[in-house]
């Protein structure tokens, strides 16, 4: 017969699975602390080693592309190898190369040790969320784990501008890197004392998919390669197209290849079950939205309100209460209310507070922007939880990690969508009503410091009108993953609490 205490431990109540929930968190929140804190380092940089604003963006760019293409890698990995001793390899290997990023002494050696970074920090989000899946048996709890670890992404965002200012300020970029060592020293202790094992039975890499994880990287990385660098290239020159091209023509490879394996790096089969694809389209659409958003604000604020790196930092930490809040509070009314109809409501929610940003105007101030942000992502963090939980438990219990790795790449490629997107609409829409400002309007004045005073304002006009422009079209996408989000349908076998054996062993 069953202990009671034995019960109440599979049933998910017993006080050791939040701290493994505490312990993936914190290497959540480094790696993904780094992708928006080294952004600001960007300027000190460029002045310390003497290059170009071109060559400094592959220092973001190299870190973006690496963690795309070992994100699913990684997660497949969990599954065959064990998760524990994988994601300590993870923070640990993270801990160590920001270490080395701090001490570069040139472009080159940045921007190794940056994939490098990328390499270990793409370990931790498909095994986190595999370890959250194996360690939270009741399904309840399980969601409300994934909505707090779900809210970290906000956090990050948050902390960036919130730590970076003062660091850089205070002391040099390499600080920015040297940040991250006592976390992640941290992390590692609670990952070795907290963290178990959730599988016994290992399969090894015998039949891992070599080929198609090429394939699949170089699909990947030419994908992120372009929306990066497209703007910049044109997105009609011979480098996008041709990148574009190789991209388009490796993942059919890589789609032809996958139908054929035994073990894929990806299992196209997940596609096939529609509570999964929902959560998929609409977990990248509302994070394009969301860190589209993101974009848009500092450069708004900084260059139109006047405001510094560290004030621009406060201005988000709204964004993260309003996610950290309705997160939790999406994954309690999961249990009473159908998951998609949450996450449709926020969604529908977030559209409205897109449209309120198309008012913008240079009039606003730091409460006009705050609010806003607030109760954007108030609408998001609502639907987090269902939509993770509906992503990983819909799959058997063997192939969780690779169905977060999926939904990682999901919403790590839908930043870049998202920032590609937005930043070209932002460019010719301030192009075009320049244009249009310039043929309707008649200055009757010669003198100079007039026509300067009236042209600054024409640009100013213009600049507005394009923010404006931006967001409108932002709403188009919101309402898309409303409609996407009513697909997200509750499963109705929970396979991430099975107890089957067969489904429980990899």
Known sequence: MEKPAETKKRQGFHSGQWWVLLTVMIASFLGRLDGTIVNLALPSIIKDFGITVTEASWISTAYIIANAIFVPIFGKLGDQVGRKPLYLVGILGFTVTSFFAGLSFNLSSLVFFRVLQAIFVSI???????????TFDDRQQRAQAMGMWSAIFAMAAVFGPLLGGPLIDNFTWRSVFYVNIPLGLLGTFMALTFIEEPVKKIRGIKHFDIFGSMLLGVSLGTLVLVLDQGQSWGWTSA????????????????I???RVQKEPVVDLKFFQIPTFSAAIITSFISFMGMIGGIFLIPIFVQNYLGYSVTKTGFLFIPMALGIGITAQIGARLSAKIEPRFLTAAGMLWAAVMFYSFSFIDIKWGAMDVMVRMFLFAAGLGLGMAPLTNAATSTVPIHEVGVA???????RNLS?????AIFATILSDATTSSLVALSQHSVINT?????????????????????FSMVFKVSIFFMLLGTISALFVKESRRDFTSSTNPEEAMV
Request: glycine share 6%; hydrophobic share 55%.
């Open 404 to 410: 977060s790795s999926v939904l990682a790449l999901a």
């Open 446 to 466: 010669t003198n100079q410091q007039t026509l300067q005073t009236v042209t600054a304002l024409m640009v100013t006009k213009a600049n507005m009108l394009a």
């Open 239 to 254: 480098k996008s197209i041709l990148t574009g091209l190789a991209c388009g023509l490796t993942m059919l490879a890589f």
């Open 124 to 134: 931790d989000y498909p095994i986190a969320l595999s370890i959250l899946a194996f």
């Open 415 to 419: 930043g870049a969508f998202g920032i």
């Open 256 to 258: 032809l290849v996958e």
